[in-house]
């Protein structure tokens, strides 16, 4: 038990700097023509942040890269931002395989936001027959019944 509760800890505390270490990137790429002592104070507070942690530096850029939408506005910001973790040091070997990652995710998020995959099934905290409603589910969640 004492085992499972560190692992969670230590889960639970990588899930935090990677919020932060996503706060931080996303903070200095919505400055545009971030360059010189800017850039290189946003690699610095990034890297001491990360106290080492390339591994996550390298996850959340290569999910970042990842979870890039065709036609995305707001792509120049979201390349910045990982180009900033790579500058603080991320694990660049490990980079592709958190964007293939990356790009699971947004292809998961893609096919529920179809309007064809809105009723398609119950969603997976149903415990319902099949037949009942849900006055508490999400609104894209109209009836618990297959079209």
């Known amino acids: 038990m004492f085992q499972n509760d560190l692992v969670d800890s230590k889960e639970r505390q990588d899930r935090i700097l990677i919020a932060s270490i996503a706060g931080v990137a996303s903070r200095h790429a919505r400055t545009r023509g971030l ?70 995710r947004a292809a998961e998020i893609a096919a529920m936001r179809r309007p064809s995959s809105l009723l398609a099934a119950c969603p997976s905290w149903c415990s319902c027959t099949a037949t009942n409603s849900h006055p508490s589910a999400p609104k894209r969640f109209i009836s618990c019944r297959v079209v």
């Not at 890297?47 to 506005?73: F, N």
């Open 35 to 104: 360059s010189g002592p800017a850039r290189a104070a946003a690699v610095a507070e990034l890297a001491e942040l990360a106290a080492g942690r390339s591994d996550l530096l390298a996850r959340h850029a290569g999910m970042t890269v990842g979870m890039i939408r065709e036609g995305d506005t707001d792509e120049d910001r979201h390349l910045l931002a990982a180009e900033l973790c790579i500058e603080a040091g991320a694990d660049t070997s490990t980079i592709q395989r958190w964007i293939d990652a990356g790009r699971r």
